[in-house]
C-alpha cells in the first residue's frame, strides 16, 4: 500500500465550479500535511499547509481528519488557472527525518 | 522564500557517462533534499544532503551511483554515475524554508535523458 493515495483524476470541471480532492496516509506517525501545485513540465510549488482546525486561503480550503487519516483540499469558483496537478504531501517525525512523502497527485483540468 | 537555481536545466547524456548536477540557494539553509521524478511519475526522495558530513539516503539509492556534495550552507550536488536509461528523470533540489518546521520549497529541476 502506498504511503500516501489520490486519486490521479483527471478531475474536468467547468469555471466556477467547485472541486474537492481527497487524500488518504497510511502512517499514523505524520506530522505535517501539505498540498503542492505541480505544473506540467514545472516544479511543485506550495500551495499551502494543512492544520487540524482546517485552513482557508482565499478560494482554497484544507482539511485534516487525523481520526480517518485523510486529508482534502476544497477549490471554489474554479479559474482555467487553477489547471495543474495537486499534490498530498505529508512528513513523518518518526525517521527524525525532515523530507516530505508525496502522493501521485491529482489531475485537475477546468475548461472554460 | 528562498530562491533556488538549479545547472544544467536539461541535458541528454550517452549510457555508462555521469552527470553533476549544481544546486544554489540565494541564503543559508538548514536542510537540502534531492528528489527523482520519473516521467509521469510523483517525486521520490534521494537523499538528504548534509553539509559536512555525508548524505542520507533513502531505501534503493546508494551512494556509489548518486554522490552528493554539500560543501556550504548554500550549495550542493548530485552525481548520476554510470547512467542508463533508467536513470532519464527529472531531478529536482529542496530546501527546508527557514523558520518552518517541513515545509520545502524546489529548485526547477534538471530534466535529464540517457540514452
Known amino acids: 500500500r502506498k504511503e500516501v493515495e489520490q486519486d490521479p483524476g483527471p478531475f474536468n470541471v467547468p469555471e466556477g465550479a467547485t472541486v474537492a480532492f481527497n487524500c488518504t496516509y497510511s502512517n499514523s506517525a505524520s506530522q505535517s500535511f501539505f498540498w503542492y501545485r505541480q505544473d506540467c513540465r514545472k516544479e511543485p510549488k506550495l500551495l499551502m499547509s494543512?492544520?487540524?482546525s482546517g485552513n482557508e486561503d482565499g478560494r482554497f480550503t484544507a482539511q485534516l481528519n487525523r481520526a480517518s487519516q485523510y486529508i482534502s483540499l476544497l477549490i471554489r469558483d474554479s479559474k482555467l488557472s487553477d489547471s495543474a496537478t495537486y499534490l498530498c504531501?505529508?512528513?513523518?517525525?518518526?525517521?527524525?527525518?525532515?523530507?516530505?512523502?508525496f502522493g501521485s497527485g491529482t489531475r485537475l483540468q477546468v475548461q472554460p | 522564500s528562498a530562491v533556488i537555481s538549479q545547472k544544467p536545466s536539461r541535458d541528454i547524456c550517452q549510457r555508462g557517462t555521469s552527470l553533476t548536477i549544481q544546486c544554489q540557494v540565494d541564503s543559508q539553509v538548514t536542510m537540502m533534499f534531492w528528489y527523482r521524478q520519473q516521467p509521469g511519475q510523483s517525486l521520490t526522495l534521494i537523499a538528504t544532503?548534509?553539509?559536512?558530513?555525508?548524505?542520507?539516503?533513502e531505501s534503493g539509492f546508494v551512494i556509489d551511483k548518486f554522490p552528493i556534495s554539500r560543501p556550504n550552507l548554500t550549495f550542493s550536488t548530485l552525481t548520476v554515475s554510470n547512467m542508463s536509461p533508467e536513470d532519464s528523470s527529472i531531478y529536482l533540489c529542496?530546501?527546508?524554508?527557514?523558520?518552518?518546521?517541513?515545509?520545502?520549497?524546489f529548485g526547477p529541476g534538471t530534466r535529464l535523458t540517457v540514452t
Open positions: 529542496s530546501v527546508k524554508a527557514m523558520g518552518t518546521a517541513y515545509e520545502q520549497y
Open positions: 494543512v492544520y487540524s
Open positions: 544532503a548534509n553539509q559536512g558530513s555525508e548524505a542520507t539516503y
Open positions: 504531501v505529508v512528513n513523518r517525525l518518526d525517521t527524525g527525518r525532515r523530507a516530505l512523502t
